[in-house]
Structures are given as structure tokens and as C-alpha cells.
């Protein structure tokens, strides 16, 4: 707990999307991209990037980054090597894969959370109960 933290993004956005903008296609960026609009397409960041999604950015799509601030909407699995932090507007429909996590109240994940490398074993995911009883 009182280890050293690992590295943090380096808060350079070089890639604006701004809002109002759709883009049909994959994106591969890197350095930072922010995005406030809208995205169909698979993301990934070819270094150690950061990716910034706003409260008003949607991204239909795969995303492969190293960081990831999300406060929009993602349908499609989450990707991060080193951290994801889940904002208090996040909606995330697919499986989410990270190194370090954190999750805001109110951030919605509809699917897995897998912790560490890429392994899909049953045994690296964490349950999620609903609160409804059977």
C-alpha cells in the first residue's frame, strides 16, 4: 500500500476530437487524445498514450492504450497496460483489462473486470453481485 506509485500519464493532450465531430474509422494515436465527440471505430495508442474521454464523448469500439480517463460512453472492451480510472459519468458496456484501477460513484462497468497481463482465465476476474435477490 505505501509502495511507490507506478508511472502516470503525462497529461499532454496532442489529439483533440472535439465535440460535435464523429469519426468513422479506427484511430491509431500517440502521445494523448482527447475525445468529445464521437468515435465508431477501434482506438489504440502505438507508445505508452493517454486517452481522455469527456462526459459528451462515446466511442463504439475496441480501445488498446497504456492510460485511460474515461467520463463518456464505451461500447466495447477496455484495454489498459498501466491505468484506467473510471469517472463518475463512465458507461462502459464490455470487458474492461487493467494494471491499476480506480472507479468513481456513480461509474457504470457492464461486463468483466479482469485484473493484470491479458489472461482470460475465470480465476483474474472479479464477480460483481447484483444487489437483487434470487
Given amino acids: 500500500m505505501f509502495t ?40 489504440a495508442s502505438e507508445d505508452s498514450g493517454t486517452l481522455v474521454l469527456s462526459e459528451d ?28 480510472e473510471l469517472q463518475s459519468k463512465a458507461k462502459v458496456a464490455g470487458d474492461v483489462y487493467y494494471a491499476t484501477l480506480e472507479v468513481h460513484l456513480g461509474a457504470i462497468v457492464q461486463g468483466r473486470l479482469v485484473h493484470g497481463p491479458e489472461v482470460r482465465s475465470a480465476d483474474k476476474v472479479v464477480p460483481i453481485m447484483s444487489g437483487a435477490a434470487d
Avoid at 500519464?9 to 464521437?38: W, Y
Avoid at 485511460?68 to 464505451?74: D, E
Fill in 57 to 84: 464523448a462515446t466511442v463504439e469500439g475496441e480501445i488498446r492504450v497504456a492510460h485511460a480517463v474515461i467520463n463518456g460512453k464505451v461500447t466495447g472492451p477496455v484495454h489498459t497496460s498501466e491505468s484506467l
Fill in 4 to 43: 511507490s506509485k507506478q508511472a502516470k500519464p503525462n497529461g499532454r493532450i496532442d489529439t483533440l476530437i472535439g465535440a460535435g465531430s464523429r469519426i468513422e474509422g479506427n484511430i491509431m494515436f500517440s502521445g494523448g487524445l482527447r475525445i468529445d465527440g464521437v468515435v465508431a471505430g477501434n482506438i
